[in-house]
């Protein structure tokens, strides 16, 4: 379905899916790169590695300003194409929060020359796969495709750069279809609406406090003229990147890229990407979601640390190293801490969401086992986290978490479309394919001091936002 | 097969899920994947084998079958529980020993159980085999089951079981299946319920491994960077020892009850998870292929179905609505849902029970019945494009007993069918279905349900 891949919980039907639902641990690498790049949880950025196996990705720009990339996979005869635009959640006009999702949602509206649902149809007709989604900092289309019909979908997807055609009677029932998905991956979850609230009160300042999807009281005033603006305020070839991976190499891309995209006009120049920026937090802000439907209570934790383009030096990779080994699997320092040695919650664990244009998350959490307080289990938490600061990892941790980083670079090559997502995301977040090449020498770089720092430096509570999901019986607040 | 896993997914993930599951192999492929080579090892295990250099990696797949409906009637769960339970520790490893032996490879081994099947699944560099079969081989014949780990295990099924008493998908999907199968394993929810799960002691892991991880129910396929003798000597190295036969008790062929019920359970949300359900048809059945191809034109994969059209498109009432056949080992099943806010929720059921009747009775248009054909033979070879996914269809191909050279002639089944042929199966499976309706949320009221 044209929709967003941006939350948690579309990662846990992956997981779901390949039947490991409940214990995440190996698959927390493999399930990343492959559709995580899309989510707003948790991504890791996998990358190529520099030395054995040389992926030779290539990169170039048309005339009109779309950057290409083009990732070679000459095994099967198929093609990833996406086009990602420099353009999501946190690049609305207050107040109309969702219109970057809802426009995605209206891109398979049809255009002047090829109206209602023609590129769709023709996707199904020759057997190609497609979809959407919408993130904080990108919105992207995509096709998979054997490769004689790629420069079929090129030709659509080129049109509908700048031809969208919008009128209200396919307007306004794609409106209800966006209230009735918000409804599905929030409203109707408990820990859901505590993940957008915490969300909403990490960012003081910065848009990425908004849902991505927006709320229901502007969504529901989102229209076809406000979609329209918004098209025409981004959607413009040198506001989007071109990810081609699969069968084919830069000469054949260079090519087709020219006979579609390259007769796309440029609509006009695209300000920098400047939002508000967080002022340095000073308080530890507590957030508590009562809902008779929680069955199962749980903590978590976001703090605001940097990203991998706003981190500096290796903090970003120091982070996502601490994010393993805090809370990546049953190896990990929480695991062990809560559920094993002390036996009092159900899982734990830790995610970074590195790739994200500004400042981002940082997330620790925890379910309780039955009888056990929210407040204990937050005090062990903690505890673990202190541990880290006083006393810093091993370098056996650090051997396990960077082999099995890398490692997944490797994974990640068997799959184009991983590949694509992984590029896309990168350089729609002010990253460079240079910088995607590096980064497993960048992690391998990491030393245990630096990630001790980085728990020293970013893990500060005065950074956070602590949730609890309860019962309202259990709402009584037992301070340790 | 995989149906175990079924729980509402959504969309095109479904739809994918879907066409791998069920329809297994595509057309063109066989060309590009490379040759299957069908190799029975020394201790007479078979294994289906796709040798690929490009890259320095291993995927493989295996199955026992069996799976949940093996779990004792009072014990569902175990299965699942068993799966959870043996990369917990083996051998002398305890399970954190386990655990980061695993990770020092960057060895990814997992284990899982659906209706019908236990599954693992093992991805290495192909540098780190050794080691990666070792603690295969470890987990399949020295699992430890440690209380402590039991313990874990629990808690964390327990807990992951409270949370899906949220999902309304989840709940309508067990609800279904119970109110489908009473008195079947196929009634019992894959993963247990509080008191089954409460109730699994060690003794009954060690049971279930006994009697249903053998030889005589394994099937594996292989697929990457390695040499061929030396894959069959790690096979035989994990494998060979289990036992020859699996034990395993009986699986009555089953047909769902409770057919033309609507039942609504009760959840605070502003939206009604509607699953809706009847009989289907079972994978090895003439009448399969034009039936899937039926289901396609009504709720499958792609953005052009009938129900995507008249539910989502045209009136705006779900983000998701969808319809697929699961074909279980002893059930065929037509089975679809949909999520809409309460208030519109009997106007969306209503809507899909129209569907189904005018496609009963006037079956495919021409033009649908030809996109349908081209869709699929078209989009086939897009689920042979991973070395993981390669091996991930050779394996459903062995357990839906298609042969070898299914892949070779998938599409030409496809292009086979008639318009006729998907009138009968609409016939067949939809003329006079009434639906087993499952419905959570808060609908308003709805119509007076047809019969009970």
């Known amino acids: ?80 194409h996406m086009v990602w635009y420099h353009v999501g959640s946190a690049d609305e006009t207050p107040g109309k929060s969702g219109l970057a999702h809802f426009l995605e949602h209206l891109m398979f509206k049809g255009t002047d020359k090829n109206p209602g649902g023609k590129f769709s149809k023709v996707v199904a007709t020759i057997g190609g796969q497609e979809n959407a989604f919408t993130s904080q900092d990108y ?5 998979r495709v054997t490769k004689e019909n790629l420069e079929q979908v090129m030709t659509f997807e080129a049109d509908r750069m700048t031809g969208l055609h919008l009128t209200d009677d396919v307007v306004l029932p794609e409106r209800n279809v966006v209230l009735e998905e918000r409804r599905t991956r929030t409203d109707n979850d408990p820990a859901a609406q505590l993940a957008e609230a915490l969300t909403a009160a990490l960012y003081v300042n910065h848009p990425y406090g908004r849902p991505i999807i927006g709320w229901m009281h502007e969504i529901r005033q989102l229209d076809r003229q406000s979609a329209l603006d918004f098209y025409k305020r981004f959607y413009t070839p040198n506001n989007a990147v071109l990810v081609l991976a699969g069968d084919l190499d830069e000469k054949e891309a260079r090519e087709l890229a020219a006979k579609t995209y390259g007769k796309v006009p440029r609509l006009l120049e695209i300000a920098p990407r400047v939002r508000p920026v967080e002022p340095e937090p000073r308080a530890h802000r507590r957030i508590s979601l009562a809902d008779q439907r929680v069955r199962q209570p749980s903590l978590s934790r976001y703090y605001l640390v940097p990203s991998y383009r706003t981190g500096e030096g290796n903090e970003a990779e120091a982070l996502e190293i601490l994010s393993h080994i805090l809370g990546g699997g049953q190896t990990s320092r929480l695991y062990h801490a809560l559920v094993v040695e002390k036996g009092i919650a159900a899982n734990a664990g830790a995610w970074y969401q590195g790739t994200a244009l500004d400042a981002t998350r940082f997330s620790v959490y925890a379910s309780p086992r039955p009888g056990v307080a929210l407040a204990d289990l937050e005090t062990a938490l903690d505890q673990v986290i202190e541990q880290i600061i006083e006393k810093g990892v091993s370098a056996d941790e650090m051997d396990r978490v960077k082999t099995r980083i890398i490692a997944s670079t490797i994974f990640s090559q068997d799959n184009q479309t991983t590949l694509a997502r992984i590029y896309g995301a990168a350089l729609t977040t002010g990253l460079s394919v240079d910088s995607v090449k590096e980064w497993p020498n960048r992690i391998r770089a990491v030393t245990p001091e630096q990630v001790r720092d980085a728990a020293k430096k970013w893990l500060d509570l005065r950074r956070a936002v602590t949730g609890h999901l309860v019962r309202p019986e259990t709402v009584p607040e037992k301070r340790t | 097969m995989t149906f175990g896993a079924f729980r509402g997914m959504r969309g095109i993930v479904k739809g994918l899920l879907m066409a791998l599951a069920l329809f297994s192999a595509s057309g063109a492929a066989d060309a590009q994947i490379g040759k299957i080579e069908r190799v029975v090892t020394p201790a007479g295990i078979e294994l289906w084998f796709v ?176 040499d061929r003798d030396e894959l069959v000597r790690l ?12 034990e395993l008790s009986q699986v009555a062929e089953v047909t769902p009850q409770s057919l033309g019920r609507r039942d609504v359970v009760d959840l605070n949300i502003p939206q009604t998870a509607i699953i809706f359900g009847s ?90 019945l030809a996109q349908a054909k081209s869709y699929l033979t078209g989009s086939y070879l897009l689920h042979f494009d991973t070395s993981a996914k390669v091996a991930q269809q050779l394996l459903e191909i062995q357990l839906e007993n298609l042969g070898i050279d299914y892949i070779e002639r998938r599409n030409k089944l496809v292009n086979a069918v008639t318009e006729e042929d998907v009138r009968r199966a609409a016939k067949r499976l939809l003329a006079d279905s009434k639906l087993l309706v499952i419905m959570v949320g808060r609908p308003a009221p709805l119509a007076k349900a047809n019969g009970g």
């Open chain 1, 1 to 80: 379905m044209p929709g967003p891949l941006y939350l948690h919980r579309e990662f846990g039907r992956l997981l779901e899916r390949l039947g490991a639902f409940h214990k995440v641990k190996n698959f927390v690498m493999s399930a990343i790169a492959i559709c995580a790049a899309a989510s707003s949880a948790a991504v890791v950025l996998p990358a190529t590695r520099a030395d054995a196996q040389g992926l030779q990705v290539s990169e170039f720009k048309l005339e009109n300003g779309l950057q290409v990339i083009v990732i070679p996979d000459r095994r099967t005869p198929v093609v990833t």
């Open chain 2, 279 to 368: 009989s289907g048809i079972k994978r090895q059945d003439p009448d399969f292929i034009p039936a899937f191809i039926l289901n396609h034109i009504l709720g499958g994969g792609s953005f052009s179905s009938r129900l995507y059209r008249e539910v989502r498109e045209k009136r705006g009432l779900a983000y998701s609505v969808y319809s697929h056949l699961a074909t279980l080992d002893y059930a065929g099943l037509f089975l679809g849902g949909t999520s809409t806010r309460n208030d519109r929720a009997a106007e969306a059921l209503q809507i899909i029970e129209q569907e189904i009747a005018r496609i009963a009775k006037e079956g495919p248009t021409a033009e649908e």
């Open chain 2, 235 to 246: 096979i035989d190295d994990s494998f060979s020892k289990l036992p020859a036969k699996a």
């Open chain 1, 139 to 143: 919105t992207a289309y995509f096709q």
């Open chain 2, 51 to 226: 040798k690929d250099d490009t890259l320095p990696i291993l995927s493989m797949y295996f199955a026992f079958e069996g799976g949940a409906s093996q779990d004792p009637a009072d014990r569902a769960g175990l299965a699942y529980f068993t799966a959870a339970m043996l990369d917990e520790g083996a051998g002398d490893l305890d399970a954190r020993t386990f655990q980061e032996r695993l990770e020092r490879r960057a060895i990814s081994l997992s284990f899982s159980a659906d209706r019908d099947t236990f599954r693992g699944s093992l991805r290495v560099l192909s540098e780190h085999r050794a080691e990666a079969f070792e603690l295969l081989r470890l987990s399949l014949n020295a699992p430890r089951f440690d209380q402590e780990a039991i313990d874990r295990i629990r808690a964390s099924i327990l807990a992951a079981n409270r949370r899906s008493q949220n999902n309304p998908d989840e709940v309508a999907s067990l609800r279904w299946f119970a109110s489908a199968f009473p008195n079947h394993p196929y009634g019992r929810p894959v993963k247990g319920d509080e008191a089954s799960v409460s109730g699994i002691e060690r003794n009954m892991l060690f049971a279930y491994v006994k009697k249903n991880l053998a030889r005589s129910n394994l099937k594996i396929a292989v697929v990457g960077s390695i």
